[in-house]
């Protein structure tokens, strides 16, 4: 081959940066259409292999000419096979994406957000391929995590990297779309781990308790503070960090809010849902900065990369917090619930510590889109 296969982290860092990318996915049409690469700047065509095969001649006339192609598949292997079938016909700026679907859903970007009153700094994690978003406090030699995925070497690397201590680990809530990093990560670098014990649905380790009011200081210096935002699940908590920035978890996002049934509890939380998106978060500054735990759609990221905007141009933008009708946002909710993420009671059952998969099941569990919004 001409040339050498892109790696998921090159193609982030691409599409990031609003490059402009050509992709041939040769996965099956409904594999495609449930759950693709995206991008502001992305142009994606889907031609299953085996067309590939029959009708070479024909596909090969709608590629670009003057563009490098990556052909797609969902683990890396099919797709060095499509690009050796049109090198064989004549297609030369060809490559593949090395390890498919599969690494792209595992891949974790950190960008940074900005730096902190007192010195410190915070960096935003973006899991590009499954929309999920974690973030690290860091001053004064110490860090917090907070919603780390399982893939939790990035965020020790990237500590290790910056001489920092991970300190603290937080989850927002018991995640029901993926499987979480949390406990594990806390195991790994010995540090404290803080969890909502209204969602403690039988929890088989120990945490410290994270509620309203909670105060986590980090490198003796900054505060992040808890704030109850049921509605997603009862335990749901944000947080308020440096006076600037609320990290909402997944009770709001940037053009969406999160879906209350994941649980199989939409009636009993949707009320839950209003009163902290119409009432508690209402009463905030609304010069807060949004740090959502999951992003929805490519457009939801910024032009530096990062997924964030001011709480008071959420409130002007994003329709779900326009309904002022309480039996109409009810409705809203739940009559327009998408369908459920993938293994989603099997994740839950693991973020409890009930199941221990192989790490081949995990991965399998999480394959598809984020699927926390409503």
């Known amino acids: 081959m001409a040339l050498q296969p892109i790696t998921v982290s090159e193609l982030a860092k691409k599409i990031l940066a609003n490059e402009d990318v050509f992709l041939l996915d040769i996965r099956k049409e409904e594999d495609y259409n449930d759950w693709s690469i995206q991008g502001r700047n992305v142009n994606s065509m889907n031609i299953p292999f085996k067309q590939l095969e029959n009708e070479t001649e024909d596909i090969k006339k709608q590629l670009p000419e003057n563009q490098t192609i990556y052909v797609v598949c969902a683990k890396g292997i099919s797709s060095q096979k499509g690009v050796e079938i049109l090198e064989e016909a004549g297609v030369n700026d060809i490559t593949y994406l090395e390890g498919g679907m599969t690494a792209?859903?595992?891949?974790?970007?950190?960008?940074?957000?900005?730096?902190?009153?007192?010195?410190?700094e915070l960096y935003q994690f973006i899991r590009i391929?499954?929309?999920?978003?974690?973030?690290?406090?860091?001053?004064n030699g110490e860090a917090a995590v907070i919603d780390p995925v399982r893939m939790t070497d990035a965020y020790k690397n990237f500590a290790e990297e910056k001489d920092t201590a991970i300190k603290y680990v937080l989850d927002t809530h018991l995640h029901a779309d993926h499987i979480s990093g949390g406990k594990k990560l806390a195991e790994q670098t010995d540090a404290e781990y803080y969890f909502p014990p209204k969602d403690d649905e039988g929890l088989t380790f120990n945490y410290s308790k994270l509620e309203d009011g909670t105060t986590i200081t980090v490198g003796g210096s900054v505060e992040i503070n808890a704030f109850y935002s049921p509605g997603h699940t009862i335990g749901s908590t944000s947080f308020i960090l440096d006076n600037k920035y609320l990290m909402?978890?997944?009770?709001?996002?940037?053009?969406?809010?999160?879906r209350p049934d994941l649980a199989g509890k939409a009636e009993d939380?949707?009320?839950?849902?209003?009163?902290?998106?119409?009432?508690?978060?209402?009463?905030?500054?609304?010069?807060?900065?949004?740090?959502?735990a999951h992003f929805g759609e490519m457009k939801e990221i910024n032009?530096?990369?990062?997924?964030q905007d001011k709480l008071e141009?959420?409130?002007?933008?994003?329709?779900?917090?326009?309904?002022?009708?309480?039996?109409?946002?009810?409705?809203?909710?739940?009559?327009?619930?998408?369908?459920?993420?993938?293994s989603h009671e099997e994740i839950r059952k693991t973020n409890m510590g009930k199941n221990n998969p192989e790490e081949d099941e995990r991965r399998e569990m999480e394959v598809g889109p984020n699927r926390c919004a409503v």
Not at 104 to 120: A, F, Q, V, Y
């Open 104 to 120: 792209w859903s595992e891949h974790i970007e950190p960008m940074k957000i900005g730096d902190l009153s007192n010195g410190g």
């Open 129 to 139: 391929g499954k929309g999920c978003l974690s973030y690290m406090v860091m001053t």
């Open 248 to 258: 909402t978890g997944d009770i709001l996002f940037i053009d969406s809010i999160g």
């Open 269 to 292: 939380w949707v009320d839950d849902l209003r009163q902290t998106l119409y009432g508690r978060y209402e009463d905030l500054s609304q010069n807060f900065i949004v740090l959502p």
């Open 303 to 307: 032009d530096d990369g990062t997924v």
């Open 313 to 342: 141009n959420i409130y002007q933008k994003n329709d779900r917090l326009q309904v002022e009708d309480e039996e109409k946002f009810r409705h809203l909710v739940t009559d327009n619930l998408p369908p459920q993420p993938n």
